[in-house]
């Protein structure tokens, strides 16, 4: 049982270390696609049939919702989903486009902390926060999604098993092809994502090799 002994007081000693020079231009640098993420959908739905040739287009952006033709395609939406019994889908039932720009804009507050006075734990910390953040969205994007398909009006003109509707990929439902995949949003939060990680990596392995360094040339004591 030593070598916790010993290696406990080195993990914590290297979790105060303040950033490398390098390490906080890569953390400025990650504030781009952070920004970026808001110029473009997060998540982008397309629906296809054959009385729509040119298809139909929901766009969900970190703070609104958007439809393709300018906006005409939600409306068409939610006029087919009233048949099926389904909700209408709007910016105000997807309560959690009220917390995602906050949350992105706190992790860009933290990013520049970093930048100027963080350390190592510091670092740690906004990656898990920042990950976390984005699981967690995406989870809240799955429920809702079950939601609308599973919370069906039995009134409706038209009955329809419940559904999930397509998350990620393609799925049919009555004469509809879904297709659902994440936009440049995504992407752009993704690329954040991994600029913080790859730093803490770089880290990690840099406070390695010095490690190593210091135990093969010991400091002398004279």
Request: without cysteine.
């Amino acid at each position: 049982m030593k070598w916790p002994k010993l290696l406990m007081p080195r993990f914590f000693a290297f979790l105060d270390q303040p950033l490398r020079p390098m390490g906080r231009l890569i953390l400025l640098v990650s504030i781009v696609p952070l920004v970026l993420s808001f110029t473009a959908p997060l998540w982008k739905i397309h629906m296809q049939a054959p009385q729509y040739p040119k298809g139909l287009d929901m766009l969900i952006y970190s703070y609104k919702l958007d439809g393709g033709h300018e906006g005409q395609d939600l409306a068409e939406i939610n006029n087919l989903n009233h048949y099926i019994g389904m909700r209408h889908i709007t910016a105000e039932g997807m309560i959690d486009l009220n917390w995602i720009p906050f949350a992105l804009g706190f992790l860009a507050l933290l990013v520049l902390r970093l930048v100027a006075i963080g350390n190592v734990r510091g670092l740690v910390d906004l990656a898990v926060l920042a990950t976390y953040i984005s699981g967690f969205a995406l989870f809240r994007f799955v429920s809702m999604m079950y939601s609308y398909g599973h919370e069906l009006d039995p009134a409706a003109a038209f009955k329809v098993e419940p559904f999930t509707p397509a998350i990620f990929g393609t799925k049919q439902i009555a004469n509809f092809t879904t297709a659902s995949y994440p936009d440049w949003g995504s992407y752009w939060l993704g690329i954040f994502i991994s600029l913080l990680l790859g730093t803490l990596l770089w880290h990690l392995i840099a406070g390695r090799r010095e490690a190593l360094r210091a135990e093969q040339f010991p400091p002398s004591l004279s």
